[in-house]
């Protein structure tokens, strides 16, 4: 089992700069393959913001690279998100997601209930 919190959201304005956290937590917390964080915007489809994996492979969408970082801390089982220049449009609720892959090889996914990140104009 994981559990996953969010952390670090907020009201910004444009240009400035946020710092989201999802820390882990549960039984099963050393098996997570990979942590993502995800935002949907309203009237939005989810989408993947970046993600890490265990072996430190990291992926970013287009619209956030460059401007923002993911990072991992091992110790706190925590990710971080590190976004700069923030925009309008990266007004979204953000969710962290893990994969864990269970001993039988099925996959497993976790998710967070979200963080509100507004940039105003």
């Known amino acids: 089992q994981v559990q996953l919190v969010e952390s670090g959201g907020g009201l910004v304005q444009a240009g400035g700069s946020l710092r989201l956290s999802c820390t882990a937590s549960?039984?099963?917390?050393?098996?997570?393959?990979?942590i993502g964080w995800y935002r949907q915007a309203p009237g939005k489809q989810r989408e993947l913001v970046a993600a890490?994996?265990?072996?430190?492979?990291?992926d970013y969408a287009g619209s956030v690279k460059g401007r923002s970082t993911i990072s991992r801390d091992n110790a706190k089982n925590t990710v971080y998100l590190q976004m700069n220049s923030l925009k309008p449009e990266d007004t979204a609720v953000y969710y962290c997601?893990?994969?864990?892959?269970?001993?039988?090889?099925?996959?497993?996914?976790?998710w967070g209930q979200g963080t509100q990140v507004t940039v105003s104009s």
């Open positions: 997601n893990a994969q864990r892959i269970r001993s039988d090889g099925f996959w497993e996914n976790y």
């Open positions: 890490i994996t265990s072996g430190g492979n990291t």
């Open positions: 549960g039984r099963s917390t050393n098996s997570i393959h990979a």
